[in-house]
C-alpha cells in the first residue's frame, strides 16, 4: 500500500539536507496588526512565502514539503476569516498548480476534505492527479487537517479492512492507512511565529522529528530562516532511542537496524 509503513522508518541520518520538512505557518494575523492591516492580509501575504519556500526546498533538493494551512480547530475562527481562506485557497490553486507542474512538483492535500465546498473539492482532485506523475518534490497541503483526526480515520480504515486482526494491530498495520503514508515521517518540524506547541499538527508522523521554532512570523519567513533551521538540524544527533556511543561505533542505515 505504501513505502514508508513503519512508525520512524526511513529517517536518515544526521548531516544530509532534512528529506522531509514540515512546517506550521504562523504568523499572518500578528504580521498584519503589526502593520496596522486586517488578519486577512497577513494570509495573502502568507501565499507569497509558501512560493518561496517551494522554490528553496526544490533548490535544496528537499523532497517532501508539507504546509499546515488550516486546521481542524480553525473553523472556530470569525466567518469572515474562515470564508477569506477558503477563497485565498481556491486563488492559489488557480494560480499557482501550472507553475508547480512546470517545477516538477507533485501537489497532495490532505485531510476532512469532505467539508469543502464540492467545486473546491473537485478543484484540488484535479490538481492533484495533474502534478500526480512528478517526482522533484512532494509537496502537501494539510487542509482542515488534525492529528487526531488523522490517527483515528486511520483507525477506522484499519478496523473495515482487517477486523479479523483486532486486538492485534502493530504499527506496521496502522501507518499505511494514515493520510501522508506515501511519505517518510518529517525529518525537521518548523513553527514560525513564536509558538512553541503542535496544535493537533502530524502527532503520529512527528514522534522522532527535530523540532525547531522561530519567532519569525510566516510572512517574514526568508530563505536564510530557512537554511538557519537547516542548519539547526544537521548538527543535531538522532538517536531514535540508542546511545550517542552506539551510534559512534556503527551508525545504522534505518533508525529500525
Ligand atoms: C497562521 O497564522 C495561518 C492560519 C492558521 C490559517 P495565524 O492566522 O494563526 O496568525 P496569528 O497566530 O494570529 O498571528
Ligand atoms: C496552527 O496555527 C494551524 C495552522 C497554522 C494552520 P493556529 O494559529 O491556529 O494555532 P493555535 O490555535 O494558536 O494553537
Ligand atoms: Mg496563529
Redesign the pocket.
Known amino acids: 500500500m505504501s513505502s514508508f509503513v513503519s512508525s520512524t522508518g526511513g529517517i536518515p541520518s544526521v548531516g544530509d539536507v532534512p528529506r522531509h520538512i514540515a512546517i506550521i ?7 498584519a496588526k503589526k502593520r496596522f492591516l486586517p ?1 486577512v492580509a ?2 495573502t501575504r ?1 501565499v507569497e512565502t509558501v512560493r518561496e519556500m517551494v522554490k528553496a526546498c526544490l533548490a535544496r533538493g528537499v523532497s517532501f514539503l508539507t504546509l499546515f ?3 481542524s480547530e ?1 473553523w472556530r475562527r470569525p466567518e469572515g476569516e474562515v470564508s477569506f ?1 477558503m477563497q485565498l485557497f481556491v486563488k492559489a490553486l488557480k494560480q499557482e498548480v501550472k507553475r508547480l507542474h512546470a517545477n516538477g512538483v507533485r501537489l497532495r492535500v490532505v485531510g476532512d476534505l469532505s467539508r469543502f465546498d464540492p467545486a473546491l473539492q473537485e478543484m484540488i482532485a484535479l490538481a492533484e492527479a495533474e502534478t500526480a506523475a512528478n517526482e522533484r518534490l512532494t509537496l502537501t497541503v494539510c487542509a482542515n487537517y488534525g492529528g487526531r483526526w488523522d490517527i483515528l480515520q486511520a483507525a477506522n480504515r484499519l478496523a473495515a479492512a482487517e477486523p479479523a486482526k483486532v486486538g492485534a494491530w502493530t504499527e506496521h498495520d496502522l501507518a499505511p492507512y494514515l493520510a501522508m503514508s506515501y511519505a517518510p515521517e518529517p525529518d525537521l518540524f518548523i513553527r514560525t ?1 513564536g509558538e512553541q506547541r503542535v496544535s493537533n499538527f502530524l502527532l503520529w508522523q512527528l514522534a522522532y522529528s527535530e523540532l525547531h521554532f522561530t519567532d519569525v ?2 510572512p517574514e519567513f526568508d530563505c536564510s530562516a530557512l537554511d538557519e533551521a537547516i542548519a539547526s538540524y544537521r548538527r543535531r544527533e538522532r538517536r531514535f532511542g540508542r546511545t550517542s556511543e552506539q551510534l559512534q561505533a556503527s551508525p545504522p542505515s534505518s533508525p529500525h537496524a
Open positions: 505557518m504562523d504568523g499572518n494575523g500578528r504580521w488578519r497577513g494570509h502568507g494551512a488550516f486546521s480553525n481562506l511565529g512570523l510566516w
